[in-house]
């Protein structure tokens, strides 16, 4: 019982420790530089550039398509938004449990450029912000899928090739509906 007693705030100390240890909240840069200088091999990094890359692609998805929840207009912006942020919700749940067994650290915020430029969609009058928004979402998903079909053909790691590879049809689809409501919208 005294053995007990004694173990447990040594575990307790412990895991306190290692959650000290571990990056909970690094920025877009913090990241980057983290995973440069713990990574020890040239594609190693490209990955992990890769990863950090998308998680920032996918925090400013995400945080567009909550803007589009709360301000969005027509309806079927909103049912865009809603599914758009179901895909990346799984896309972030896959890309942590990725980045974890690759030891990549990932940003918990995305760089200064996608916060401005996710600004930027809120400028202005309510009654454009639904072709902002599909506007900005088009020219996001057709940056993010040149850079995915890159790393599907070049990645280094098996997984991290599959993951991209994987994804893509799911950022053409948004981005091809993106398109698609903005024209009806015009």
Do not use: W
Not at 121 to 148: C, H, P, W
Not at 161 to 183: C, H
């Amino acid at each position: 019982m005294l053995m007990i007693r004694l173990t447990i705030p040594y575990f307790v100390l412990a895991l306190l420790l290692f959650s000290a240890c571990t990056p909970r909240n690094l920025s877009y840069t913090e990241a980057l530089d983290r995973n440069n200088r713990k990574l020890e091999t040239d594609m190693d990094r490209k990955d992990a550039t890769f990863l950090v890359e998308v998680a920032n692609f996918n925090l400013l998805l995400q945080d567009l398509n909550t803007k589009a929840l709360q301000e969005g207009y027509a309806r079927v912006v909103v049912d865009y938004a809603t599914q758009a942020q179901a895909d990346h919700n799984r896309m972030a749940d896959e890309l942590r449990n990725l980045a974890k067994n690759k030891k990549v650290v990932l940003p918990a915020s995305m760089s200064e450029r996608f916060q401005l430029l996710s600004n930027e969609v809120l400028v202005g009058d309510r009654r454009n912000f639904d072709k902002s928004y599909l506007n900005t979402a088009e020219s996001v998903y057709k940056q993010a899928i040149r850079m995915f079909e890159e790393a599907a053909l070049n990645a280094g790691d098996s997984r991290v090739r599959a993951f991209a590879a994987s994804k893509l049809e799911v950022l053409r689809a948004n981005e091809r509906k993106a398109d698609s409501l903005e024209t009806q919208l015009m």
